[in-house]
Nanobody, 115 residues
Framework: QVQLVESGGGLVQPGGSLRLSCAAS???????MGWYRQTAGKQRELVAA???????NYVDSVKGRFIISGDNAKKTVFLQMNSLKSEDTAVYYC??????????WGQGTQVTVSS
């Protein structure tokens, strides 16, 4: 059974930090992993992900504030989120892609940035 389990979401004040974690199981080999987010009424968008050659890719709005890290062999990916803003409020999803391009999603973790 394939599972992507996210943790680390919560409520934080503007300017604060959170670290999201994702651990995958049941996937034999992972090609790349990343993080997406979604707010009500909007499409899910890329936040940060590793490219096929292992380089990090960020949406412009989080560059300089968020850092993605992880290990495909260990099937884990993390997202360090600093200097959080209210517009970062969303449900954050972990995504994994296997060697043949099949996409798996986690259940999502809520991040709320509010004073």
């Amino acid at each position: 059974q394939v599972q992507l389990v996210e943790s680390g979401g919560g409520l934080v004040q503007p300017g604060g930090s959170l670290r999201l974690s994702c651990a995958a199981s049941g996937i034999s080999s992972i090609k790349r992993m990343g993080w997406y987010r979604q707010t009500a009424g909007k499409q899910r968008e890329l936040v940060a992900a590793f490219t096929t050659d292992g380089r990090p890719n960020y949406v412009d709005s989080v560059k300089g504030r968020f850092i993605i890290s992880g290990d495909n062999a260990k099937k884990t990916v993390f997202l360090q989120m600093n200097s959080l803003k209210s517009e970062d409020t969303a449900v954050y999803y972990c995504r994994a892609v296997n060697l043949v391009g099949y996409i798996y999603w986690g259940q999502g973790t809520q991040v709320t940035v509010s004073s």
